[in-house]
């Protein structure tokens, strides 16, 4: 087998297994933010569809009813932040976005319906 095959599945098998972490109730948030300074708190419920921070503290994901919407690693789209732990710090629901603060003073932006991750500054 080729080495990029090789690869190639082993990344598709660790993304699915990665998928596949069950979501607990009782780090699900109604509010409409998460302080990882302030709560253990892992995730946001908002209009039936979860936003959940995986055990990396990098990758976000979208579930509705248990199934997967999307899935982003902001540390990978936006980058290692300058200061602080390349980890998310910070989660904010707004109506058609995540505000997500990262490292101690970067911020990024996903949108809801498709998961696009933007770096913001």
Request: with cysteine.
């Amino acid at each position: 087998m080729k080495p990029f095959l090789k690869l190639s599945m082993l990344t598709f098998f660790v993304t699915q297994t990665g998928i596949s972490e069950k979501l607990n109730d009782a780090l699900i948030s109604k509010n409409s933010e998460i302080n990882f300074a302030k709560t253990q708190k892992r995730g946001i419920k908002k209009n039936n569809i979860i936003y959940y921070v995986e055990n990396d503290l990098q990758t976000i994901s979208a579930y509705k009813r248990s199934k997967l919407k999307w899935q982003t690693n902001v540390i990978s789209v936006c980058g290692k932040p300058k200061v602080g732990e390349p980890q998310i710090r910070y989660v904010g629901y707004n109506t058609d976005k995540l505000l997500i603060v990262i490292g101690k003073h970067n911020f990024a932006e996903i949108d809801i319906n498709s998961g696009i991750t933007k770096f913001i500054g």
